[in-house]
């Protein structure tokens, strides 16, 4: 969406945003005696209003412009202008409808604004107004974003260049996250050791409170001088807390916005390509920097890695005809490798990334890789292709088919002259991501970032699953894939506004599984007592095919393989109880569908054992008579007593009459109770 200002001010608006903001009103003789940014954040999603105010001190009118720059993640929600007492207020509107009347007005020398594009991450609004003499305008400019996790922490960017000293200027931002922050750091990349004590920081456990507010005196770049320090990125930078679940859902006013970011994945072996153009386009500092971009690249390879190297003009040429361990020995030789690539000739893109799908494949084929490691090619180029294959369509099917979906594709576009919507596609096409690097002197730091972005992929086709009966109007909830650091937010609204709490299931492919294939089923439960269900259930998805379901009232359904169900339920014991505990009682529903082979401390009775009781008498209380039980060919004494029964009544269970076995079981079980006493639910020994 745009922005657009009739001379009656109905206007439309628009950005896409990441938080960050660029003021400047100029001309001389128009004072800006008021800028303040004051930023609301509540569980990702930001609200920002910008509010500056400007002084015509002329004796005539005066055009006074005003300029925020608005990241591309963003969104425009109000705009609007005070001009001597009457607001004049915008409206929103689609972005190609806007920039149509915006050039209308400015024909016929109306007032107008309109969002541009500008910088790598920005988008420029900007809108300018003739002030009468001696009078003063307010601008007020309100955006929202939801804010993206990156390298395990979200930031809050602002930029500020006033390009003078400003009576009253002002940043603070009130953050409330409900997990929990686990830290909060604030900085200005202009900010001078004087200035560093006016950042001010409250963090309490769920709230932050950041405020900068410099004086006159305290902006100048000097005693009586009139330039300001005031030029550079105010950043905010935090994390919330994660539990050892699989999500975090929060419900306002008949929405929710699952947040899902498992802390708990282990790290997953990759193996990589890295294709590098060495064209004639790659001359000069983009070689230089590719160069240094790769040395670092290769240190941060863990030795259970496999890595290769491509590089191409017209010419295909590889580092070694396969992919290698990343040991060190192997890095030090590829690092030689990569200090002696030099430029020339034309870009064969299909060519290189043949090569590359080749390598992989016979390895793979060979395998050579474990079971649970990841597979991915980065290409890095800055040109269009004009030698081999041409056709950038043709080079997509090319490479899509060759892929056949066994790996990722991660395209890297360097400089103004690439064709980026080809490589964009095409990375798409292969379950990957393509970024532009721009050129400037920080590329070699911007190459390292994307990499380091994708680097840890942890999952694969990650789909969220939500009650079809329950909720409706959701934005995406399959993903690609899920990289270490990062973040998937879905919302959607609720059918009942008075749900506070409901079922999610997670399915991914199971970097985490040991089985090649097998899907990761999870489900995420809001209630207190969740933990000890999700703990469990994840241990259960690490191994099986397991598919399971949490109820409110604490049970757990867990079924195996799509056939054997089995019910897990959570027995609260009176807390002064002198040994008892709280425990898990599993039950089986299924006992029919179990081999008579199976085995273990429940196995031994799916299919009933024989028995007789006989010689009742009293016990040691009243209301529980003891018994001598024959089973086994031996003699027991077990005790009445009374038992929940979850055979029907999976929800509730019934009371049913019982016998306990003293003495740990002995007699009834094969072998010692210690013989199934183990660490873990999966340990054999």
Not at 349 to 364: P, Q, R, S, T
Not at 592 to 601: E, I, N, Q
């Amino acid at each position: 969406m745009s922005v657009y200002l009739y001379p009656s001010f109905s206007s439309f608006l628009s950005a896409t945003l990441f938080l960050s903001l660029f003021l400047h009103l100029s001309l001389s003789q128009v004072e800006v005696y008021s800028v303040k940014v004051a930023c609301k954040v509540a569980s990702r999603f930001a609200h920002t209003v910008i509010t500056s105010s400007a002084l015509n001190k002329a004796n005539s009118s005066q055009e006074v412009f005003f300029e925020v720059d608005l990241p591309k993640t963003a969104f425009i929600t109000n705009f609007s202008m005070s001009i001597e007492g009457q607001t004049y207020t915008g409206e929103v509107k689609e972005k190609e409808k806007a920039k149509k009347q915006y050039q209308k007005a400015v024909s016929t020398g109306q007032t107008a604004g309109l969002v541009k594009a500008s910088g790598r991450k920005m988008e420029k609004f900007s809108v300018s107004v003739n002030i009468a003499a001696n009078s003063n305008v307010t601008f007020i400019l309100t955006y929202e974003e939801l804010l993206q996790r990156k390298l395990g922490q979200y930031e809050i960017m602002t930029q500020v260049k006033p390009k003078q000293l400003v009576q009253h200027f002002e940043i603070v931002a009130d953050i409330y996250e409900p997990q929990g922050i686990a830290f909060l750091d604030a900085y200005g990349t202009f900010i001078s050791n004087e200035l560093l004590p006016l950042v001010e920081k409250t963090v309490t456990d769920k709230k932050a409170h950041i405020s900068f507010c410099p004086t006159m005196d305290q902006q100048r770049k000097c005693p009586g001088c009139d330039g300001t320090l005031i030029d550079g990125d105010f950043v905010i930078k935090y994390d919330v807390n994660r539990a050892e679940t699989l999500g975090d859902i929060q419900i306002v006013n008949g929405y929710f916005v699952h947040f899902f970011a498992p802390p708990d994945l282990p790290r997953v072996p990759k193996n990589v390509v890295f294709v590098i153009d060495r064209s004639g386009s790659m001359s000069g500092n983009k070689m230089h920097q590719t160069r240094e971009a790769m040395l670092t690249i290769l240190n941060d390879l863990h030795e259970d890695d496999y890595f290769g190297i491509v590089t191409f003009d017209h010419h295909i040429s590889t580092w070694k005809g396969s992919l290698t361990k990343a040991t060190t020995g192997n890095v030090s030789e590829a690092k030689g490798f990569v200090k002696g690539i030099q430029h020339s000739g034309y870009t064969d893109i299909n060519g290189a990334l043949m090569k590359a799908v080749d390598i992989m494949m016979k390895d793979k084929q060979a395998n050579k890789f474990t079971e649970r490691s990841v597979s991915m090619i980065i290409l890095l180029t800055d040109g269009m292709p004009n030698s081999g294959v041409s056709s950038t369509p043709q080079i997509q099917e090319n490479v899509r088919d060759a892929m056949g979906g066994n790996m990722s594709l991660f395209c890297l576009g360097f400089g103004n002259d690439v064709d980026y919507s080809f490589l964009d596609v095409m990375s798409r096409q292969n379950q990957g991501l393509a970024r532009r690097i721009y050129e400037a002197s920080d590329a070699t730091v911007q190459l390292q970032g994307f990499y380091e972005e994708v680097a840890s992929p942890l999952l694969s086709e990650v789909d969220l699953h939500y009650p079809d009966n329950l909720v409706n109007s959701l934005t995406t909830s399959h993903y690609k894939q899920l990289f270490n650091g990062s973040e998937i937010v879905v919302a959607g609204r609720l059918t009942d506004n008075s749900l506070d709490n409901f079922l999610v299931e997670v399915f991914a492919k199971g970097v985490r599984n040991r089985q090649t294939g097998t899907t990761q089923h999870a489900t995420l439960i809001l209630s207190s007592e969740r933990q000890l269900f999700i703990s469990l259930c994840t241990s259960l998805c690490t191994h099986y095919d397991v598919q399971y379901n949490v109820t409110k009232d604490r049970s757990l359904t867990v079924t195996l393989r799509d056939s054997v169900r089995f019910v897990v339920i959570l027995h609260k014991v009176w807390k002064q109880h002198p040994y008892h505990q709280d425990y898990l009682g599993f039950y089986t529903l299924d006992s029919h569908l179990l081999s008579r082979s199976v085995h273990g401390l429940l196995g031994q009775f799916y299919h009933g054992v024989q028995f007789e009781v006989r010689d009742m008498r009293p016990g040691e209380e009243p209301e529980k008579p003891d018994a001598t039980m024959l089973v086994k060919g031996q003699e027991l004494t077990v005790t009445r007593g009374w038992q929940r029964d979850f055979s029907w009544d999976v929800k509730n269970g019934e009371n049913v009459p019982c016998w306990f076995i003293h003495s740990n079981g002995n007699g009834l079980i094969d072998g010692n109770h210690t013989d199934y006493i183990m660490s873990g639910l999966f340990k054999t020994v």
